[in-house]
């Protein structure tokens, strides 16, 4: 397995494959209309200058793909960074939405990124196990945030730490994908003795489909 950069033409028609059931059939995303191939291929060149999106890919193209997102608009914020990660249903139960995500967390430390959050439309105990799993804490519950699928849905927030023991000064600024940032790999609390180029085509790694408890088919609202 593949983890390597996103690119608009060659991934988003595969990323919009996986991505519409989530939209069209659940309440795991709260978009209501699945994006088009073309919608794809514009969010993936719009997170490029300042977050990673990354694929799995078995060889045959995409299979899943995990990204980080602005958190919120106000600068103070800039430090934090939504994440999600979401698989086709043949790529579920193999340890693939953990090291997409643990190979995106690598990637946002690297970057200057100091917070990860997920939010998790509920109930999705398989997700909630993946963030868990991954060192993510829940901070709080929004209730009855969202009208989907016939019922109003709560939506779990969870957060982790990408700073490890470094938290106390001030922050850099973050760092655009494209400039090159040596880390541990699987950044701050993740098993790793290599170093981490961030968002180039040449940082692609082989990743170890290690087999967990949460491996899930998303982790975020869309």
Known sequence: MLIRPAEPDRDAAACAAIYAPFVRDTAVSFEEVPPTAEEFAQRISRLAPTHPFLVADEGAGAVGFA???????RAAYRWATDVAVYL?????GRGLGRALYTEL???LAAQGFTQACGGIALPNPASVALHEALGFELVGVYRAIGFKAGAWRDVAWYQRDLRGGDGGGP????RPPGVAAAAPRGGPGLSSSSSASVGQAS????????RSGGTSATSMIG
């Open 105 to 107: 967390l690598a990637h």
């Open 171 to 174: 922050p850099r600024e973050p």
């Open 67 to 73: 990204y980080g997102a602005p958190h919120r608009e």
């Open 203 to 210: 940082t692609a790694r082989r990743a170890s489909a290690t």
């Open 88 to 92: 086709a249903e043949q790529a579920r």
